[in-house]
Structure formats: structure tokens, C-alpha cells
């Protein structure tokens, strides 16, 4: 069966540091993966999407990057955080448009 | 614009008691739509997923409907219980080089004991 781990659960990073949020997927190849974020009261915002190894499509400017160096693999990133990255992060992926979105757990990211 | 409304947007039931929740969507050449519940500080689970083609989906005491002509989905959860209460999510998939979802509102059900 096929699982995605999200680490780590929860991060409290003071204003200016670097982030790195990891998602993994397993027991399946060449998954879609994504990356979303919840703010606090609001719907979902889809940040980065990926279809393949080196393959990164941004959704919306701003101040985080992401990256995916293995084929189950997916990294966001951000150099210097801002105080108004402060959100809820959620990876997911699926095999393609015919099948549904599997979400990790997500990460609560909170900037001081 | 793709736009994807749940009504209500809060709902408080007594325990046993059947319920429906609302999902409109403003474009319907969709692909598929699926339904997931949030728990507080918590990922989306999903709960069903319709494709485009389909009428209906079940689960157990779930079942979600879609009606491409009217734009519309409902989640119909039979004999409710405390431990249905929380926030549940219509996503909508139009496929392209994205295949994004673009979420609905959300509605926050309490199923009181």
C-alpha cells in the first residue's frame, strides 16, 4: 500500500531563518506531488506541483522554493523566512488525474 | 474563475440524525470531485471520490452525489455521530497540465452526544 510521510508535525523559526519541510512518498513510482497551504480561517492554496525528478512548477510568488531530488521526494524550502509564512503545510500526492489526492499529515510552521 | 462554495458553513446536529452537506461549483467541466474531512490540526482524509462520469459514490454511511448540470454535490452522512464532527471539504479536479484541486469553503460539523 502506498503512504506519505510529512515531517516535522510542528516548527517554531524565528523571522530570517531557513526552512525545510520534507515530504516522502512510498510503495508507488512516479507519484504527482504538491504542496499546499492552509492559512489560519481560509481555504486550501496550492504553492508547488511536480510530475517528475527536477521538475518544480510554481503556482503563486513568493518567498519559498521547492524541490524534488528523488523520484518520492518532495522539499519546501525557504532561504529567510517571513513572518507571513506562518501557516499549516500539507504535501499530497496521486498517480494522475483519474485517481484521488492521498494528503500527508501536515506541518504547522509558526514564525517569531 | 473556478469557484467552489459549501453550504452551510457550520452545522451542529444531534447525534443519530441524517445530514447533508452542500458543494457548489461554478464551472462544471470537471474531471472528478472528491470529498475529504479535516479533524482540527489535522491532514485531509478522504472520504469519496466521483469522476466526472459518475452519478453517485458510497462508503458506509457516506454518499456523495454529483449533478454536473446544476453544478452541485452533496455529502449525505447517515445517522451521524460524535465522531463525524469535523471540517469537511469538497475538492474539485479539472484536470490540464495542473491536475490541481481548487477547494471548496468548508463546512464545520458538530455531532453533539
Known amino acids: 500500500s502506498q503512504t506519505i510521510h510529512q515531517w516535522p508535525a510542528t516548527l517554531v523559526q524565528p523571522v530570517g531563518s531557513p526552512l525545510s519541510l520534507e515530504c516522502t512518498v512510498e510503495g508507488t513510482s512516479n507519484p504527482n506531488l504538491y504542496w499546499y497551504r492552509q492559512a489560519a480561517g481560509r481555504g486550501l492554496q496550492l504553492l508547488f506541483y511536480?510530475?517528475?525528478?527536477?521538475?518544480i512548477s510554481s503556482e503563486v510568488p513568493q518567498n519559498l522554493s521547492a524541490s524534488r531530488p528523488q523520484d518520492r521526494q518532495f522539499i519546501l524550502s525557504s532561504k529567510k523566512l517571513l513572518l507571513s509564512d506562518s501557516s499549516f503545510y500539507l504535501c499530497?500526492?496521486?498517480?494522475?488525474?483519474?485517481?484521488?489526492?492521498?494528503f500527508g499529515s501536515g506541518t504547522r510552521l509558526t514564525v517569531v | 474563475k473556478q469557484e467552489v462554495t459549501q453550504i452551510p458553513a457550520a452545522l451542529s446536529v444531534p447525534e443519530g440524525e441524517n445530514l447533508v452537506l452542500n458543494c457548489s461549483f461554478t464551472?462544471?467541466?470537471?474531471?472528478?470531485l472528491q470529498w475529504f474531512r479535516q479533524d482540527p490540526g489535522k491532514g485531509l482524509t478522504s472520504l469519496l471520490l466521483i469522476q466526472s462520469s459518475q452519478r453517485e459514490q458510497t462508503s458506509g454511511r457516506l454518499n456523495a452525489s454529483l449533478d454536473k448540470s446544476s453544478g452541485r454535490s452533496t455529502l449525505y452522512i447517515a445517522a451521524s455521530q460524535p465522531g463525524d464532527s469535523a471540517t469537511y471539504l469538497c475538492?474539485?479536479?479539472?484536470?490540464?497540465?495542473?491536475?490541481?484541486?481548487?477547494f471548496g469553503t468548508g463546512t464545520l460539523l458538530a455531532v453533539q452526544p
Open positions: 475538492a474539485m479536479n479539472y484536470g490540464g497540465a495542473t491536475n490541481k484541486l481548487i
Open positions: 511536480s510530475v517528475g525528478i527536477g521538475q
Open positions: 499530497a500526492w496521486t498517480r494522475g488525474r483519474d485517481y484521488g489526492y492521498t
Open positions: 464551472d462544471s467541466a470537471i474531471y472528478n
